[in-house]
């Protein structure tokens, strides 16, 4: 069955960065698009970028280019995303989440992942 | 601020049908497809209307999704405890060149 398990909670003083795994299982892993959204506390989602495991290409959400990076790894079936220049407002439910084909709907997500900034 | 908007909170009593509205713009709602996420407390979100009006397998059909112009629809007919829960829209926005979510509606089961 199809599984995105996420890496565990992180604390981070603000300024530091943080990198969050996605390991995917029970599907062809380059094809399909893996997305990054956010949940702070009491909030909505919010989307971070997407990573096209097939070509390996990437965007971002405007509001966080340039501090967010999202990589991946073919061999292990990973999808890592990287933010850095944290803040306080970081402090968040990181998701990762698979497309359904060209559907911009996420059709399995990981657990999440509790990312907290606090000096 | 979200791009699009939600009610806050929604409520029913079992059996009843209620409805949620997304209103967005020309930029998203207006030419994209729309989906819809339930979320339980403390979980992930799960998708729950695809492309506008579609279910996934495993969704009930009491659940069911519209659009109109640059404005959304989720309907839940016959509605059950289970369904407590929050529901956000979605959609893919091409001024903004992004995917932007709704802030969500409390649905309340009285």
């Known amino acids: 069955q199809v599984q995105l398990v996420q890496s565990g909670a992180e604390v981070k003083k603000p300024g530091a960065s943080v990198k969050v795994s996605c390991k995917a299982s029970g599907y062809t892993f380059t094809s399909y698009y893996v997305h990054w959204v956010r949940q702070a506390p009491g909030q909505g989602l919010e989307w971070m970028g997407i990573?096209?495991?097939?070509?390996?290409?990437?965007m971002y959400a405007r509001k966080f280019q340039g501090r967010v990076a999202v990589t991946m790894d073919t061999s292990t079936s990973t999808v890592y995303m990287e933010l850095s220049s944290l803040r306080s407002e970081d402090t968040a439910v990181y998701y990762c989440?698979?497309?359904?084909?060209?559907?911009?709907?996420?059709?399995?997500w990981g657990q999440g992942t509790l990312v907290t900034v606090s000096s | 601020q979200s791009v699009l908007t939600q009610p806050p909170s929604a409520s029913g009593t079992p059996g009843q049908r209620v409805t949620i509205s997304c209103s967005g713009s020309?930029?998203?709602?207006?030419?994209?497809?729309v989906n819809w996420y339930q979320q339980l407390p403390g979980t992930a979100p799960k998708l729950l209307i695809y492309?506008?009006?579609h279910r996934p397998s495993g969704v009930p059909d009491r659940f069911s999704g519209s659009k109109s112009g640059t404005s959304a629809s989720l309907a839940i007919s016959g509605l059950q405890s289970e369904d407590e829960a929050d529901y956000c829209c979605?959609?893919?926005?091409?001024?903004?060149?992004?995917?932007?979510f709704g802030p969500g509606t409390r649905v309340t089961v009285l």
């Open positions: 990573m096209r495991p097939s070509g390996g290409t990437t």
């Open positions: 020309s930029s998203n709602i207006g030419t994209n497809i």
């Open positions: 492309s506008t009006n």
């Open positions: 989440a698979r497309e359904f084909p060209q559907s911009y709907s996420f059709d399995y």
């Open positions: 979605a959609a893919w926005d091409d001024s903004l060149f992004g995917y932007v």
